[in-house]
C-alpha cells in the first residue's frame, strides 16, 4: 500500500452542474447539486498487475453550500460501493427524473461519493480485459462473428480480480475521502457484492466506518473465512453482459405491474456503454467485469460487526434472495441493525418505481440511525 501522500489526485477536476436530482431541502433549493470526478492513485494489489500505480474513478455529488460547510460534515460523507458488475456512477448516478440515489442524498446535504473497483468504469483496467479470448467459452460465442472469428485459448487462467484487492482499493479511496474533507469516519453504502465488500471492509475498520447501508448484500454462511489456497481461482479473467441479458435478468424478476419504467431502463443502459468504450465496440455493445475470488465475508466477520447496519431485501430479487439478507440480519453483531423488507422491488431496487422509500430509508438512516424510530427490527415497505 503506498503512503496517503502519494494518494493523490492526479486527474483534472470536472465541477459539473448537473442540476438537482432529487427534492432539495427548503433552505437551500436554489443549490445546484455539482459533480466533481476525482482520480485517486494505487499501488494495487491485482494479482495480474501487482505492484502497478493504478487510477480509481471516485465521482462526488454535493451542493457548493454542503462542502464549504467542512466543520458539519462528520456525519455526513458518504460513499458508494457497487456490485459484481456495474460501475458505481451507473449504479447510483442515474441521469433520469429522480433515480440519482447520489443526487438525493447531496440534495439533503450529504458529501456523497462512489468508486469504481479496479477493472470497473473509468479505473484502471487490467490488461487482460481487453482480449476477448481471456472469456469463458460461453461469452466467446457470444461474440463469434462480431469481435471474434472463432473460440480461442485464453492467456489469462485465472479470476482477475480478489476480496482483498478490493478492500485493499476501497482503503485507498476511503483516506483520500478521510483527507480531503477531514473527517475520521465516512459511511458506506453497497449492493450486491458491494456488500462483501463494504461489510468485509467495515469488519477490518470499524474505525473507518460510521454507519452501514446493504442492499441486496451477497452474504453467504458458506462463505469460508480465510483466503483459499489458490487465490484468484482458476477460471475466466473477466465476464461480459450485452443489452439483451441485461434486460431479461431483470425481467425474470418483476413480479407486480409497472414494477420499473423503461425509459429508466434504457438510460441505465446508456450509462452502462459510455462507462465502457472497450467493451461498447464490442458487437452491439456490451459491458466488461473482471471475476473476482471472495472470501471473508461469513459469519465470523459478520458476528463481530459492531457498525450500524441497515439492510434491505427485495421481495423479488432472484439473485440475492431476502432469506440471504435475513440470515445477515440475524448473524450480524451489532445491536443498532434493521432490516426492510421491500416490496415490488428486485435486484435492480434502485432503477425502479419504489427506488423512493429504498432512498428516504437510506436517509432516515444515516440521519438518525433508524427507521421509523427503530433502531433494531424488520420494517416492510412498499406492500
Given at each position: 500500500?503506498?503512503?496517503?501522500?502519494?494518494?493523490?489526485?492526479?486527474?483534472?477536476?470536472?465541477?459539473?452542474?448537473?442540476?438537482?436530482?432529487?427534492?432539495?431541502?427548503?433552505?437551500?433549493?436554489?443549490?445546484?447539486?455539482?459533480?466533481?470526478?476525482?482520480?485517486?492513485?494505487?499501488?494495487?494489489?491485482?494479482?495480474?498487475?501487482?505492484?502497478?500505480?493504478?487510477?480509481?474513478?471516485?465521482?462526488?455529488?454535493?451542493?457548493?453550500?454542503?462542502?464549504?460547510?467542512?466543520?458539519?460534515?462528520?456525519?455526513?460523507?458518504?460513499?458508494?460501493?457497487?456490485?459484481?458488475?456495474?460501475?458505481?456512477?451507473?449504479?447510483?448516478?442515474?441521469?433520469?427524473?429522480?433515480?440519482?440515489?447520489?443526487?438525493?442524498?447531496?440534495?439533503?446535504?450529504?458529501?456523497?461519493?462512489?468508486?469504481?473497483?479496479?477493472?470497473?468504469?473509468?479505473?484502471?483496467?487490467?490488461?487482460?480485459?481487453?482480449?476477448?479470448?481471456?472469456?469463458?467459452?460461453?461469452?466467446?460465442?457470444?461474440?463469434?462473428?462480431?469481435?471474434?472469428?472463432?473460440?480461442?485459448?485464453?492467456?489469462?487462467?485465472?479470476?482477475?480480480?480478489?476480496?482483498?484487492?478490493?478492500?485493499?482499493?476501497?482503503?485507498?479511496?476511503?483516506?483520500?475521502?478521510?483527507?480531503?474533507?477531514?473527517?475520521?469516519?465516512?459511511?458506506?453504502?453497497?449492493?450486491?457484492?458491494?456488500?462483501?465488500?463494504?461489510?468485509?471492509?467495515?469488519?477490518?475498520?470499524?474505525?473507518?466506518?460510521?454507519?452501514?447501508?446493504?442492499?441486496?448484500?451477497?452474504?453467504?454462511?458458506?462463505?469460508?473465512?480465510?483466503?483459499?489456497?489458490?487465490?484468484?481461482?482458476?477460471?475466466?479473467?473477466?465476464?461480459?453482459?450485452?443489452?439483451?441479458?441485461?434486460?431479461?435478468?431483470?425481467?425474470?424478476?418483476?413480479?407486480?405491474?409497472?414494477?420499473?419504467?423503461?425509459?429508466?431502463?434504457?438510460?441505465?443502459?446508456?450509462?452502462?456503454?459510455?462507462?465502457?468504450?472497450?467493451?461498447?465496440?464490442?458487437?452491439?455493445?456490451?459491458?466488461?467485469?473482471?471475476?473476482?475470488?471472495?472470501?471473508?465475508?461469513?459469519?465470523?466477520?459478520?458476528?463481530?460487526?459492531?457498525?450500524?447496519?441497515?439492510m434491505i431485501a427485495a421481495i423479488h430479487d432472484r439473485q440475492i434472495t431476502p432469506d440471504r439478507?435475513?440470515?445477515?440480519?440475524?448473524?450480524?453483531?451489532?445491536?443498532?441493525?434493521?432490516?426492510?423488507?421491500?416490496?415490488?422491488?428486485?435486484?435492480?431496487?434502485?432503477?425502479?418505481?419504489?427506488?423512493?422509500?429504498?432512498?428516504?430509508?437510506?436517509?432516515?438512516?444515516?440521519?438518525?440511525?433508524?427507521?421509523?424510530?427503530?433502531?433494531?427490527?424488520?420494517?416492510?415497505?412498499?406492500?
Amino acid at each position: 500500500m503506498i503512503q496517503s501522500i502519494e494518494r493523490l489526485l492526479v486527474g483534472a477536476v470536472a465541477l459539473l452542474p448537473l442540476g438537482a436530482l432529487a427534492q432539495p431541502s427548503h433552505g437551500e433549493r436554489s443549490q445546484e447539486i455539482l459533480a466533481v470526478d476525482h482520480y485517486v492513485a494505487n499501488e494495487s494489489t491485482v494479482p495480474a498487475i501487482a505492484g502497478q500505480i493504478t487510477q480509481l474513478y471516485v465521482r462526488e455529488r454535493a451542493k457548493p453550500a454542503t462542502v464549504q460547510r467542512r466543520t458539519a460534515l462528520a456525519d455526513r460523507v458518504v460513499l458508494f460501493v457497487h456490485g459484481a458488475g456495474t460501475p458505481a456512477e451507473v449504479a447510483f448516478d442515474v441521469p433520469y427524473e429522480d433515480y440519482s440515489w447520489m443526487g438525493y442524498l447531496a440534495a439533503a446535504g450529504f458529501d456523497v461519493f462512489s468508486m469504481d473497483m479496479t477493472g470497473y468504469g473509468r479505473s484502471t483496467r487490467p490488461h487482460p480485459m481487453n482480449d476477448a479470448c481471456n472469456l469463458s467459452d460461453e461469452h466467446q460465442a457470444a461474440l463469434t462473428g462480431a469481435v471474434l472469428e472463432r473460440t480461442c485459448a485464453p492467456q489469462h487462467r485465472q479470476q482477475l480480480t480478489t476480496i482483498a484487492s478490493d478492500w485493499d482499493d476501497i482503503d485507498a479511496v476511503v483516506e483520500y475521502i478521510r483527507d480531503l474533507r477531514q473527517v475520521e469516519r465516512v459511511s458506506l453504502i453497497g449492493w450486491s457484492l458491494g456488500g462483501p465488500r463494504a461489510g468485509g471492509y467495515a469488519a477490518q475498520h470499524p474505525d473507518k466506518v460510521a454507519k452501514l447501508v446493504l442492499l441486496a448484500p451477497a452474504y453467504s454462511r458458506e462463505t469460508q473465512a480465510a483466503a483459499p489456497a489458490q487465490a484468484p481461482a482458476e477460471g475466466a479473467a473477466f465476464n461480459i453482459q450485452s443489452h439483451a441479458d441485461f434486460v431479461a435478468n431483470w425481467d425474470r424478476q418483476v413480479g407486480c405491474e409497472n414494477q420499473y419504467d423503461p425509459a429508466a431502463s434504457a438510460a441505465v443502459w446508456r450509462e452502462m456503454l459510455a462507462s465502457d468504450p472497450v467493451g461498447a465496440t464490442w458487437g452491439q455493445g456490451v459491458r466488461r467485469a473482471p471475476n473476482t475470488t471472495v472470501w471473508g465475508w461469513g459469519p465470523a466477520a459478520v458476528g463481530r460487526t459492531r457498525t450500524p447496519t441497515l439492510m434491505i431485501a427485495a421481495i423479488h430479487d432472484r439473485q440475492i434472495t431476502p432469506d440471504r439478507v435475513r440470515a445477515l440480519y440475524d448473524d450480524l453483531g451489532a445491536e443498532q441493525k434493521v432490516l426492510i423488507d421491500l416490496g415490488c422491488a428486485s435486484h435492480a431496487a434502485m432503477w425502479e418505481r419504489n427506488h423512493h422509500l429504498l432512498f428516504r430509508a437510506s436517509l432516515d438512516w444515516l440521519l438518525t440511525g433508524a427507521i421509523d424510530g427503530m433502531q433494531q427490527g424488520i420494517v416492510r415497505l412498499g406492500y
